[in-house]
Nanobody
Framework: VQLQASGGGSVQAGGSLRLSCAAP????????MGWFRQAPGKEREFVAA????????NYGDSVKGRFTIFRDSAKNMVDLQMNSLKPEDTAMYYC????????????????????WGQGTLVTVSS
């Protein structure tokens, strides 16, 4: 497993969680990084992405204004701060990477994601 996701857990609606994804430097450097999620019985959904240089961020419509993505080049990690969580945010969250990408097209067909983490479960109760 090249990408290691962590930080999932259970929280009540309105609460916050912070997910982290660690990557080897050879993957992290020069790659857009980000997150998708998948709830039981539903299709995979784009959550957030950040460009290889950290200058561009992109969010799925359902999380805009509540989630923030960061990348720490010193630690080769990308974090997802999730605030104002809702029960519909309950899902397995997966981090992924795209070599040379900006993240602006994530969620659209045709994007080649190079590596995937093992997933971390987020459960939000009402």
């Amino acid at each position: 497993v090249q990408l290691q996701a962590s930080g999932g857990g259970s929280v009540q609606a309105g609460g916050s969680l912070r997910l982290s994804c660690a990557a080897p430097g050879s993957i992290f450097s020069g790659s857009a990084m980000g997150w998708f999620r998948q709830a039981p019985g539903k299709e995979r959904e784009f959550v957030a992405a950040i460009s290889w240089n950290g200058r561009i961020t992109n969010y799925g419509d359902s999380v805009k204004g509540r989630f923030t993505i960061f990348r720490d080049s010193a630690k080769n990690m990308v974090d997802l701060q999730m605030n104002s969580l809702k029960p519909e945010d309950t899902a397995m969250y997966y981090c992924t990477s795209e070599r040379g990408g900006s993240g602006v097209d994530w969620g659209r067909p045709g994007i080649k994601y190079d590596y995937w983490g093992q997933g971390t479960l987020v459960t939000v109760s009402s």
